[in-house]
């Protein structure tokens, strides 16, 4: 779907958001079943490290493609191309050549622990998904722990989400320019490289749980500073300060709720941790419009998403971080 991106002409939104949508699908999830194989290919006493390298590479990966279209689009005649939106075209085109070849060692090298043994037809396995997802439900109920993570998790990440989707639109609300906003996110992604790291050796030494804390108190600033914001430099100071904590949010709260699930049955749990993040990412951005546009002022908008961090830190204060597997 990224690569049909390539083909898609000037007035041909309709084409564009159908594309997108599928593609949004995909990632989505192919990030269910990644996650997922987490606990195949670590020991429970190095899903901490695991996780974070993972964000960690992921952020680095994908700096660097972002770098070279952010110069294929500035400098087009560089890479022999006609003109900026021939630049955009040939971007998208670059990005799902990276996702296939770097996908390649996760298909031809990684094992599942637990594979299938029949293969079913597809009849049957929407029906079986159906019927797991039922059963998965059943399971929550019970597990108290779970659903205080979960819920927890739902309101911290749709904080994290907005931030990501809704930042450059908050920048050019205040009057910054493009540059200015491709060098924030240029930022964001290369401090997260290190990072991401740094955090596994929080959560070594403090437990992830606090590690995920101290994150959500940096997000919390950061909304908080956001609201005064004035100058070019503070801004980047801040993109500087999401880099940080953001990859390091993201990876331990995949390994605190894989310490938490069953081994064997990783796949429909993250199927629920990865809804919980995608239906989330609709609050934070409706939640900044309605304050933007009730109150007028946009630097509102961004002191409002400190809430869902506040309210996911309260939750997540009564997680206890022991697996509940045995419960299950």
């Not at 021939?86 to 996760?106: D, E, G, K, N, R």
């Not at 599942?112 to 929407?126: C, G, H, N, P, R």
């Not at 959500?216 to 940080?244: D, H, N, P, S």
């Amino acid at each position: 779907m990224t690569a049909a991106l390539f083909w898609v002409h000037h007035g041909h939104w309709q084409l564009a958001a159908i594309i997108y949508v599928f593609a949004n699908l995909g990632f989505a999830g192919g990030n269910i079943f990644y996650d997922a194989l987490i606990v195949d290919v670590s020991e429970k006493s190095k899903l901490d490290k695991l996780s974070s390298f993972g964000y960690a590479f992921g952020y680095l990966g994908g700096g660097i493609l972002f770098a070279l279209n952010v110069a294929m689009t500035l400098k087009p005649e560089f890479f022999d191309l006609a003109n900026k939106t021939q630049a955009v075209q040939f971007s998208f085109l670059s990005v799902s050549i990276w996702w296939m070849l770097f996908a390649l060692p996760l298909f031809f090298i990684c094992e599942e622990s637990q594979s299938a043994k029949d293969k079913v037809s597809f009849k049957q396995a929407l029906l079986g998904g159906f019927h797991q997802l039922w059963q998965t439900l059943k399971k929550l109920k019970k597990n108290k722990n779970l659903r205080y993570f979960l819920f927890a998790y739902w309101f911290y990440i749709d904080g994290v989400n907005t931030l990501i989707k809704m930042s450059v639109d908050y920048g050019l609300s205040l009057g910054f320019e493009d540059k200015d906003l491709i060098t924030a996110l240029l930022l964001v992604q290369f401090i997260g490289f290190p990072a991401a790291v740094a955090f596994s050796k929080i959560a070594d030494i403090l437990c992830n749980k606090r590690g995920i804390f101290i994150g959500l108190f940096i997000y919390c600033f950061v909304c908080i500073w956001g609201y005064f914001v004035q100058e070019t430099y503070e801004f980047y100071i801040l993109a500087a300060m999401i880099g940080l904590v953001q990859g390091g949010v993201q990876s331990l709260s995949r390994s605190l709720y894989a310490q938490m699930i069953p081994k064997d049955q990783s796949a429909e749990y993250f199927s629920f941790y990865n809804m919980m993040g995608k239906t989330a990412a609709i609050m934070g951005p409706l939640v900044m419009g309605w304050v933007a546009l009730t109150t007028g002022d946009n630097r509102l908008s961004i002191l409002a998403i400190s809430l869902l961090f506040f309210i996911g830190m309260a939750i997540l204060s009564f997680v206890k971080k022991e697996n509940q597997s045995n419960s299950q």
